[in-house]
């Protein structure tokens, strides 16, 4: 299955570059995944794994192993050498807002989003994961899309997704990546219908600015054309109550595996509007696969940005991106330390030659030199006598040549300072039990535990702020719980 036109959308966050890459759409009763080889614009699998159970409820996965167990098995069929993977999840458990601000700097958006999302979201801060968007930007103001994820929804499926060895690379709602497949019409009013296996997630976008977002559940005694007009009814008339200016809807664009010629012509006859299905830079001739898998390879094919982005939403925990290119800048490090470790032995070979072959040319000369030039040192050594002319000039030069490589004999040193300097970059919170010099990779096995991860996070940073280190490696498995837990970090020394 080939993509339809130039694949435009590039998996690069913080310098990372996957060429292969999973989408994975998230639903109550199943798991949808895409795999997309990049190189060759092309898809490489559609897989689809029912779960046998339920395993998502109130924003938390109830049943870790049973989700882990139908991913493993989801990967297991199609993964194809994809190393990452970018995740959508139901509309449901998201909390959106759209927010207007003065024109300010991303930095004091940030902090003005977190200030008010204090106020219209019902979760507490500290339990849900914030990102936000600009929308539309005027000379004295800025429109800002706002979503959040419950935080023990995201962080147990990082932590899984991480077990079976892929890097999450994006986190997005339903509606916040298929909406990106929708065609732009001015400020017309159209709306986006997912009709998934679980229910019904309706958005009203103005131009391609999402406004206005509901979720809904199949009615058991209404089919699902009567469930979907009446969800798109009441957005609207929802949408019209808080605007001034009423606006008549122009184009309803349908996805999802339950949407159907017949749910179509319904819309279409009571609404009187033009209703078609939505389809992306991939067409499939299977119209049911087409309409299933769209929210898998919407999120597949949505552009990475790290969190700090304001063009994109991206739910990924911060700690996760800054794990990864914490990682990334190790392996940066040991290729860097390779190539000098090669080009030094490289060196040492040619002066330990250089050195055994003027040694011997020094031995052979005095063999060559006749006895009654020669005499005894204090040591018992032999030497060219004082006036030996032009044996001694050469032997002269041989000894200063040799003294040169000698220059060259290894000094070892010991970071003592470093390690009497470490106690004062803890802090509150952080119990550092035991500090260990490793030589050959250059870097000191800092051992401890830490009342909060957000504690343990400040510490890496006071050590990353010294000139003296490169990086301070957390390992992934230190992050996932949230307090009173061990950690194991590793700092590597600058190069001097």
């Known amino acids: 299955m080939l993509l339809c036109g130039p ?15 999973i989408g994975l759409a998230v639903g109550d009763t199943v798991l949808r995944s895409v795999v997309i080889d990049g190189k060759k614009k092309r898809i490489s699998a559609l897989v689809e794994q029912p779960i046998q159970g339920h395993v998502l409820n109130g924003g938390k996965i109830i049943n870790p192993e049973l989700f882990k167990k139908t991913l493993y098995e989801l990967i297991k069929k199609g993964n194809k050498g994809a190393s990452c993977i970018s995740i959508s999840l139901p509309e449901k458990y998201a909390l959106t807002r759209e927010l207007t601000f003065p024109s300010l700097s ?4 940030e902090e003005a989003v977190r200030w008010q999302a204090k106020n219209i979201f019902p979760l507490p801060l ?3 994961y914030l990102d936000w968007k600009v929308i539309s930007g005027e000379q004295n103001q800025k429109e800002i899309f706002v979503v959040a994820l419950p935080k023990r929804l995201v962080d147990d499926l990082v932590s899984i997704v991480t ?12 509606a916040t990546c298929l909406g990106r497949l929708l065609q732009s019409k001015g400020n017309k009013l159209q709306a986006l219908v997912n009709l998934s296996d679980d229910g019904i997630t309706s958005t009203l976008v103005k131009g391609r600015l999402t406004k206005l977002t509901a979720t809904d559940e199949y009615v058991e005694d209404k089919d699902v054309g009567a469930c979907t007009l009446n ?3 009441k957005l609207l008339t929802f949408y019209n109550a808080k605007h001034s200016q009423e606006l008549s809807l122009e184009h309803v664009w349908l996805t999802g595996v339950r949407s159907t010629d017949e749910v179509k012509e319904k819309i279409k006859k009571e609404l009187k509007v033009k209703v078609d299905y939505l389809e992306g830079p991939i067409r499939l001739e299977d119209k049911r696969k087409m309409l299933a898998f769209s929210e898998a390879l919407a999120i597949g094919l949505s552009p990475i940005k790290p969190p700090s982005s304001d063009q994109t939403i991206n739910l990924i925990p911060k700690p996760v991106e800054q794990y990864y290119e ?3 800048e190790v392996e940066r490090i040991k290729h860097w330390e390779k190539t000098v470790v090669s080009t030094l032995s490289v060196g040492l070979i040619i002066a330990i030659s250089s050195y055994l072959f003027l040694f011997f040319q020094a ?3 005095v063999a060559n030199t006749p006895s009654e030039f020669l005499t005894a040192d204090g040591s018992g050594e032999t030497v060219v006598q004082e006036g030996a002319d032009s044996t001694e000039v050469q032997l002269r030069k041989i000894n200063k040549e040799v003294d040169k490589f000698l220059v060259l004999s290894e000094l070892k040193t010991t970071p003592r300072k470093l390690l009497e300097m470490l106690p004062e970059l803890v802090v509150p919170g952080v119990d550092v039990s035991s500090w260990r010099y490793v030589a050959k990779d250059k870097m000191i096995l800092i051992d401890g535990t830490t009342a909060s991860r957000d504690q343990l996070l400040l510490y890496q940073k006071n050590i990353e702020a010294r000139d ?3 990086v301070a490696v957390i390992p992934l498995e230190n992050l996932e719980k949230r307090s009173n837990f061990a950690f194991s970090i590793k700092a590597y020394l600058n190069e001097e």
Request: negative net charge; charged residues 30%.
């Open 363 to 365: 031995k052979t000369l």
């Open 326 to 328: 914490s990682s990334e």
């Open 126 to 128: 500290d339990e849900m």
């Open 7 to 21: 694949l435009v959308y590039d998996v690069n966050m913080s310098g990372y570059v996957c060429d292969r890459y």
């Open 231 to 233: 969800t798109i009814e």
């Open 468 to 470: 003296e280190f490169s």
């Open 106 to 109: 991303d930095k004091e958006i």
């Open 163 to 174: 077990s079976l060895g892929l890097r999450p690379v994006n986190v997005q709602t339903s």
